[in-house]
């Protein structure tokens, strides 16, 4: 049985800048998971009484780094993690627009289409202790 910490949240549309970025870090995330990540991000927006768990939970410390593909980029972190028993990971990166609210998930597929997501679906994000 996996160890973590249960977290939830409602999937919202982000700004589409996630194809970008996962796509620009895609051989280095996939060095450091051991999987391709879907160009894209499933976004987020944690319930309010998530958010001081989530805070804790993901510490740069414990974090997988994985650093810019070009110069001028910047690090991403990456926390194992799980939706609907399959595996993901949490991704902050270094510089970010979204606040300690928002966590932004990858994965080797299409996570919206694949669990048949939609804007406002409440969704749990098992945190995963190393």
Same mark, same amino acid.
């Given at each position: 049985?996996?160890?973590?910490?249960?977290?939830?949240?409602?999937?919202?549309?982000?700004?589409?800048?996630?194809?970008?970025?996962?796509?620009?870090?895609?051989?280095?995330? /996939?060095? /450091?998971?051991?999987?391709?990540?879907?160009?894209?991000?499933?976004?987020?927006?944690?319930?309010?009484?998530?958010?001081?768990?989530?805070?804790?939970?993901?510490?740069?410390?414990? /974090?997988?780094?994985?650093?810019?593909?070009?110069?001028?980029?910047?690090?991403?972190?990456?926390?194992?993690?799980?939706?609907?028993?399959?595996?993901?990971?949490?991704?902050?990166?270094?510089?970010?627009?979204?606040?300690?609210?928002?966590?932004?998930?990858? /994965?080797?597929?299409?996570?919206?289409?694949?669990?048949?997501?939609?804007?406002?679906?409440?969704?749990?994000?098992?945190?995963?202790?190393?």
């Amino acid at each position: 049985m996996k160890q973590g910490v249960v977290v939830k949240g409602r999937v919202f549309s982000g700004r589409g800048e996630g194809e970008f970025f996962v796509s620009l870090y895609a051989k280095n995330i /996939a060095k /450091a998971v051991g999987y391709t990540p879907y160009p894209g991000t499933l976004n987020i927006a944690l319930e309010p009484e998530y958010i001081p768990m989530v805070r804790k939970a993901l510490d740069r410390r414990l /974090a997988i780094v994985v650093e810019p593909p070009v110069e001028g980029f910047h690090r991403i972190y990456l926390w194992r993690a799980a939706i609907q028993n399959m595996e993901v990971h949490v991704v902050k990166p270094e510089v970010t627009h979204y606040g300690d609210d928002v966590i932004e998930v990858i /994965a080797p597929i299409p996570l919206r289409k694949a669990l048949m997501l939609s804007d406002g679906d409440l969704v749990e994000v098992l945190l995963l202790f190393r």
